[in-house]
Structure formats: C-alpha cells, structure tokens
C-alpha cells in the first residue's frame, strides 16, 4: 500500500496555511505547559468565539438549542466544550477527545530542604518518564499554591528571558563508571530528580526580620528561598502542602529541521492533538449532529481522579446540556452517549531511523504523510487497547478520502515491543464508536518531542471533517 507524503499535495497557498498554522499551535505550545494553562488558554479562545460557560446557562436556567455554544470547565484542569447540533442529542454526538497533562517533574509536598549550602525541591515524577532524560536541561517552574484563606497563587519562574531558571544535576562522566554500568531505569532514579534552586545563605539582618528563620538559622540557603518566595508570591514553607508545582522544561517551541518542516517541544503529547481537535470545533459553523471536544487531565497516570476520563464529569455535563435543551431523562442520555462517534485525539510513535527495530515498518506512523488512524493500541496482545471496529474505519476512509485529507494508519512499535494506552477504551464503555486518531511523535515523554506540520494541519482538517459529517 502506497502511503504519500501530505507536503507533495500542497500549492502556495495552502502551504501557507500549513506553516500558519502551525505557527500559531507553536506559539500555544510554548505557553500552555500545564493542564490548567491549557484550561484557561482555551477559555478564554472559546469565549472570542461566543462560547458560552454551561454553569451560566444553568443558573441562569437559560434554554440551549441548535447553533449554542457553551463550555464547562472541571477543577480548571479539565474542559469540555458543546457546539449543538440540528439533530435532537439523543442521535449521538460526534466527539474529539484529547488530554491535556504531560509527564512532567511534580513537587512532592514538603518539597524544600538544604544541603552542603545548597536550596534543593524534592520531587515526583509524573507519567511515564526515561528519568535520565530530565537532568542537566534548564526547567521552569510552574503551578498553582492554595492559600488558606481560598486565594489561589499562580505560579511561573523561568520562562520569561529575565526570568532564573532551575534544573536537575547528573553525575560528571569523569566519576561515572559505576552509573554507567547501570541498567537505563537505574542510571538516574527518582530520589536524585531534586531541583537546584538556590546557594546565597540569608543574610543576618535579613533574617531578623523573619522570625521564624531565626529557629532554623542553620539552614541559612532554604530561609533565603523562603524569603524570595514570602516577597515575591506572599507564600510560606506551609503552603507548599497545598500546591501543584510541575517542574517542565523552560522555553519555547522551536521550528525544527533546517526546512522548518517540523517543531520540537515540550509537551506535545497529547497538545498537538488537543489544540488541532479545539480548533475544527471552533472553525465549524452549522453541524447536523452536536460536536463535542474533551479536553482532559490525568491520562498520563491512568485518566484517573476528579478531571480524569474516568471520572462521571463528562456524562455529567451531557445530562446538563441535555437537560437544558428540555432534552433530559436518563434514557435519553443513554441513547445519546450509545449513538455517539468519538475520535481519540492522541499521539503514536513516528518512524524514527535512528531506532529502525523498534516498529514494523508496513504498520508504523511516518512523519509528513497526514494523520493517524490506529485501530488499536495496548500492548501484550492488544490488552487494554478499544480496537475500533471494521465499519467505523470504513466510514472514516470514506469521509477522509471524499475531503482529501492525508491519513495513514499505524500501531505502537512492533508486536511484544511494548505498548501504550489513550482515553479511548473509556469512552467506548459507554458502547459508542472510538478510534484513536492523532499525530505521530518522535521521542515521545522526552523533554523536547517532534512533531511534523503536515501531520499537525492534516489531522487538524481529519477532525473538522469528521466532525461535519461522521
Ligand atoms: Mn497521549
Ligand atoms: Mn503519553
């Protein structure tokens, strides 16, 4: 089978709007790095675009119908957003749902300690990481701390140019025989990702002035931090049991490839799907069935919690849109999430030569030839993947093929290589239609991943697309 790459199909004008687009999903990437920021990122996109917040419309006991649009947002870290439909809701939906957390460096909740004169954060890494990777790369420092009195601090040290930034030590090579003849999970372990954050001890006067730093003078480095973050944020040692803080690398997006074909950052996975997927909802403008975009946290650890895809949050907001359309009994919800199409927006992993046994090469993602379509995923026999079913594939050829957009097909690396899982699965448990459907991604969990912009505005159009006429 004959698979072309997308960059041939495209004249002036359209490759124009290739590098366009991708400009403006680079300059996204490096300024959404966290769910939140991502949340509000797209908050704010949705409302330009007379979204409007479902938590109005309900207290309000305003009535939706065909051609609304509203959003609800979960915990700011979660969002799902409805533009409704002619079809009554309970004829099914048609779904694009992508995640919006990325493994990262969190910090642990009592966080700062010193050592040998040096301030250090203690950490946990979140999702699946190769932690040697994370080391000796500038960081930055993002979050949220929860006051006590309810006000919430947003945080973000090391992306400005005049910002300091932090970062994570590795062993010189000179005395590194030992950790060199250690096993890839072994050579840097999790208790050795502690952040580097500071060296100038307090000075005497300095310290007077805060009390408490008088009692733990010895540790005269930390008290230092303390007091740059007392001026600078008003929080204290205490608030850091109620703080999120990911540590992520710090920067911008860059065009990569001398030809700029491409662009390597951070946090790819799963934003090149899910800004790609909250665009075609925002750009369509009369839809049959309701068009719906999850936009979800946790994936990297099991979608699981309060804004994962296994909590109840997105049926939830279906029987409130539902029930604000006078819509609403719990059959009719049932109906409506059984005769829905969802694509999962997610990544696979891109043909990289460097790494040629890894993957099949009949049934691998190549970069440049359009977006993924994976029936499945999983690993060990397809367990745990939703492997789509033969008549859903064949109704997205047909929609793919009549609107010429690049597609290709894919599975995670070869048979017993390993394996990984999406939001699909979840979905389908209510017995609608899933298939996995993304962009394909070089050094995926890395610090910096790469994707192509022909993948990015392909998939992009495969979303609209499907959502216009799936
Ligand atoms: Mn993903
Ligand atoms: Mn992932």
């Not at 059984?338 to 990544?347: E, F, G, I």
Request: glycine share 8%; aromatic share 8%.
């Amino acid at each position: 089978m004959e698979n072309k790459t997308a960059w041939d199909k495209y004249g002036e004008k359209e490759l124009k709007k290739v590098h366009k687009f991708a400009e403006e999903y680079r300059c996204f990437l490096s300024e959404c790095k966290t769910e939140r920021e991502c949340v509000r990122r797209f908050k704010e996109l949705a409302e330009k675009q007379g979204y409007e917040d479902l938590a109005d419309v309900i207290r309000e006991k305003k009535t939706l119908k065909a051609g609304d649009k509203v959003y609800a947002i979960n915990r700011g870290k979660g969002m799902i957003l409805f533009h409704i439909g002619e079809e009554s809701l309970e004829k099914g939906m048609n779904i694009l749902g992508a995640h919006i957390d990325s493994p990262r460096i969190d910090l642990k909740q009592n966080p700062l300690y010193e050592d040998t004169g040096l301030a250090l954060l203690d950490t946990h890494y979140y999702g699946g990481i190769k932690k040697y990777q994370w080391v000796t790369t500038p960081l930055a420092l993002h979050g949220v701390v929860a006051l006590k009195n309810g006000e919430v601090v947003d945080i973000v040290i090391g992306e400005k140019d005049t910002d300091p930034v932090v970062g994570i030590s590795d062993l010189l090579i000179h005395l590194a025989s030992e950790q060199m003849e250690k096993k890839g999970n072994k050579i840097v372990e999790g208790e050795a990702l502690d952040i580097l954050v500071g060296s100038i001890p307090v000075k005497s006067d300095d310290k007077d002035k805060h009390d408490k730093e008088k009692d733990v003078c010895k540790e005269k480095v930390k008290a230092n931090i303390l007091r740059i973050l007392k001026e600078k944020y008003g929080i204290s040692e205490e608030d850091f049991i109620s703080a999120e803080i990911e540590a992520v690398p710090a920067g911008s997006a860059r065009n990569y490839g001398i030809d700029e074909s491409m662009i390597i950052g951070y946090g790819h996975d799963d934003r090149v799907c899910a800004y790609p997927s909250f665009d075609a909802l925002i750009e369509t403008k009369k839809l049959k069935k309701t068009g719906v975009c999850i936009l979800v946290d946790k994936e990297e650890i099991g979608s699981v919690g309060a804004t994962g895809m296994h909590s109840k949050f997105f049926e939830n907001m279906v029987a409130e849109v539902m029930d604000r359309m006078g819509e609403y009994s719990e059959l009719k919800l049932r109906r409506a999430l059984y005769n829905s199409k969802m694509l999962s927006s997610d990544v696979t992993a891109a043909y990289d030569p460097n790494y040629p046994s890894a993957s099949e090469k009949k049934n691998t993602a190549y970069f440049g030839r359009g977006m993924v379509l994976m029936k499945y995923t999983g690993s060990r026999g397809k367990s745990g993947s939703n492997d789509a079913s033969a008549e859903f594939i064949g109704e997205l050829r047909k929609i793919m093929d009549e609107n010429k957009v690049n597609y290709q097909t894919s599975e995670l690396g070869k048979v017993d290589q390993g394996g990984g899982g999406t939001i699909a699965y979840i979905l389908a448990n209510y017995g609608m239609d899933v298939m996995d459907c993304g962009v394909a991604v070089q050094n995926m969990h890395a610090p910096y991943e790469v994707i192509s912009k022909a993948d990015l505005y392909e998939t992009k159009c495969g979303y609209k697309v499907f959502l216009e006429n799936a």
